[in-house]
Structure formats: structure tokens, C-alpha cells
């Protein structure tokens, strides 16, 4: 393709649209002015339909290439995250965020716009022989917006035989994607550990039980879950990320609370850590006189990439920044995705997008990161060159 010229004409339109989105940014399942803003949008632009409401702020809008036919074979889908974090931002822009506590600190804004301007070139062109479904989902972080989306029937409502998502990448140079087949983003799971003990004054410990003692005992513990029970050929993380317990100087509390998050690749590695991190809770309580309440929860599955569609999602990535510039085996990550529930659900890839080197702390979940606006055409260019391989009008009507 490269940069298609249309595409590259939308770059300022598509960079008011950012900063707009940027600066109203709404978390988990409360993006009602970003929905909006996306379904006027792509009612503007004249999509065929423009659904609201799924999942409860998701929109998906609908657009027919010169021939549609019905049922999955000639369909795919585009999808796209809304939501931001609860972070303050500290960048000093004239677009910062004006909702407080709240900052697009990851790059759906970015991700939201680099989608909506593929659509308007989609649906002015219609160069393809299909459908084509572009999906806004809300709740990305933490909440799960994509189990729910397929939960209410995204894949019953919009037939289609594959979908496709991206994510920005800062630390992947500027023009570049990155691809591979299989294991893309590893499962997220989380937990809690409340341990309770007998509380006592801080001067006389022989009175009581100490829990935050047997916690700090546990943080130490669960990190030979990685390091002595998995194989080491598995990647897996556990990280202990808070430890809450006491109000005052000279108190020993009755209960301390340890939270955090664990990352694995397969299924059985995921049911090794969790068996482990109970065992190490019982055990280490019960070694100290106090005891231990486990809560575990499998949030995300990993994002697992499809062959063929890997290859197709490759095929456009190279033809928009050029073969050199797509890494088509890099390392997967331990970050994770709830686009994993859909590619669970139907075939598809995940792609990452070049967002710049990731210096003066635009790393992702930074509170002085920001999109950068430069790579918006690139992501739309790889958008419609990948709707347009993926269903090429000379296809036909055919499967």
C-alpha cells in the first residue's frame, strides 16, 4: 500500500479526534461520551448500521463492501478498546485530561481513532466483497469488556469468521508492527491472601500473632512458586503488588491482606500456580499460629494467535511499513489482553503497532505517557489493507 494518500489526508482530522477522546477519558464500562463520540462518528461517515449499548457502552458499526453476503464466510471484524485507567495524568498538554484520576495512560484513545479513521476510508471506498464489522469495546482493563461482548452475543449478532485487534507498542520503533503465530499475551490471573492472626501490642509481640510477620513470610514464599515449581522452559510471573494491614505505631493487627497477579501461558501452568499459592498460604500461616483465606480469580485466558489469520495480519503489516520493518517472531509478553476471550470465541490475530522508543516515561500505564499521534495513519493504512486482503473483491461471493 504503504500509507494510503486518503488516510494520510485524515491525519489532522484523525488527531483532533485523539486529543478530544484523550481528554475525557471514562474507565471500565462508563465510556457513554466516548460511545458517543463514536457512533456520531460512523453515523457520519454513512456506515450501513451503527449498534449502541453492547456491553453496555460498546458500539459496532456495520459497513458492506461491493457485494455482501449473508453468514460468516465473507465477514470479519476490526475491534478496538475505549477505556482508560485510573491514573492522574501528569503530562502537561493542552488535551491532558480534564476528568481527574482518570488518564488514557495505555492508548485507546489512540486505538479508538486509528479505527475510526479506517472506517471513514471504508466506507467511502468499499474496495472489499463483504462485511465489514468494526467493534468499540469498553472495559478493556481489569473488567473484561470482551468476555462480555461475546457473553451477549457479539459473535451471534455480527456473523463473522474472524477478528482481528491491535495494541501500540512503546519501545517498538516508530513505522514498525510486530506478529506471531500462537502465544501473543500470557493469562492474567489475581489474588488475595487475608491473613489473620491475634492482635496485641507492638511491645509485647509474645502476646499475640503477627500477621503482617506471616505476610511478609508469604511474599518471600510465593516467589518459589516461579522460581522452583514451574519448568523453567514455562514462562510464568507472580507478583505480590500490595500489602495492607495496621492502622497505627504500637499495634499488632489482627488481619493483614496481600494482593497481586500472577501470568502464565498454558492452562496447566495456571492450575500449578494457583494449587501452589494455596498450599504456601496454609502452610506458612499455620507454621506462624495464624491463618490464611485464599481468594483466586482467572481473569484473562492468553491471547492466542491463529496461523492463517497470523499470516494474513502479517501479509498487510508488511505491505503498510514494509517487510523490514515487521518483526514477524518476537517474544511474547506477560502483559495481557481481553481480546483473548474473542480469539477463544472465532480465529484471529493481534498485532502490535510501533509507538516510539518509550523514553521520558511513555511506557504504557505511565502517567506521562501519551499516543503517539504520528503512528495514527499507519494503524488506520494497516486497518484497510487488512479488510481488504482479507475479503478482495475479486472473491466474489464465495466462503
Known amino acids: 500500500m504503504p500509507i494510503h494518500p486518503e488516510i494520510e489526508k485524515l491525519h489532522d482530522e484523525m488527531t483532533a479526534w485523539r486529543h478530544d477522546i484523550h481528554a475525557r477519558p471514562e474507565t471500565a464500562f462508563e465510556e457513554v461520551e466516548t460511545a458517543a463520540f463514536v457512533a456520531e462518528r460512523l453515523n457520519g461517515f454513512g456506515l450501513d448500521e451503527v449498534h449502541t449499548e453492547i456491553a453496555k457502552t460498546g458500539v459496532v458499526g456495520v459497513i458492506h463492501g461491493t457485494e455482501s453476503a449473508p453468514g460468516e464466510g465473507r465477514a470479519v471484524g476490526l475491534r478496538a478498546d475505549m477505556d482508560a485507567l485510573h491514573i492522574e495524568e501528569l503530562n502537561d498538554l493542552p488535551y491532558r485530561s ?94 488475595e491472601i487475608i491473613v489473620s492472626g491475634q492482635g496485641a501490642h507492638a511491645a509485647m509481640p509474645h502476646l499475640g500473632t503477627d500477621p503482617i510477620v506471616t505476610g511478609a513470610q508469604l511474599v518471600q514464599a510465593l516467589q518459589t512458586i516461579v ?8 514462562s510464568a510471573v507472580v507478583s505480590v503488588t500490595q500489602f495492607h494491614g495496621g492502622d497505627t505505631w504500637n499495634v499488632i493487627p489482627e488481619r493483614a491482606s496481600l494482593r497481586g497477579t500472577c501470568r502464565s501461558f498454558r492452562p496447566e501452568v495456571q492450575d500449578l500456580i494457583e494449587e501452589r499459592l494455596r498450599l504456601i498460604a496454609d502452610a506458612v500461616s499455620k507454621a506462624a499460629g495464624a491463618s490464611a483465606e485464599v481468594r483466586y480469580e482467572r481473569r484473562y485466558p492468553a491471547t492466542i494467535n491463529s496461523a492463517p489469520e497470523t499470516a494474513e495480519a502479517a501479509g498487510a503489516a508488511s505491505e503498510v511499513v514494509g517487510e523490514a520493518n515487521l518483526e514477524r517472531d518476537p517474544s511474547p509478553t506477560m502483559g495481557s489482553e481481553d481480546f483473548a476471550f474473542m480469539l477463544e470465541a472465532k480465529a484471529g490475530c493481534y498485532i502490535l503497532l510501533g509507538n516510539g522508543p518509550g523514553t521520558g516515561g511513555c511506557m504504557l500505564h505511565n502517567p506521562r505517557y501519551d499516543f503517539n499521534d504520528a503512528a495514527l495513519v499507519i494503524g488506520a493504512s494497516y486497518w484497510v489493507r487488512l479488510a481488504e486482503r482479507l475479503l478482495p473483491e475479486d472473491a466474489g461471493t464465495s466462503a
Not at 507498542?169 to 501473543?184: F, H, K, Q, S, T
Not at 522460581?227 to 514455562?234: E, I, W
Request: with cysteine.
Open 98 to 191: 480534564q476528568n481527574p484520576g482518570k488518564m488514557h495512560a495505555c492508548g485507546h484513545d489512540g486505538h479508538t481513532t486509528m479505527l475510526l479513521g479506517a472506517a471513514k476510508h471504508l466506507a467511502r471506498t468499499r474496495n472489499f466483497a463483504g462485511t465489514v464489522y468494526v467493534i468499540f469495546q469498553p472495559a478493556e482493563e481489569n473488567e473484561g469488556g470482551g468476555r462480555v461482548m461475546v457473553e451477549e452475543g457479539l459473535f451471534e449478532r455480527f456473523p463473522m469468521r474472524s477478528v482481528f485487534g491491535m495494541h501500540n507498542w512503546p519501545g517498538l520503533e516508530l513505522g514498525r508492527m510486530a506478529v506471531r503465530e500462537g502465544p501473543m499475551l500470557a493469562a492474567f490471573d489475581l489474588f
Open 227 to 234: 522460581s522452583r515449581a514451574t519448568d523453567p522452559l514455562d
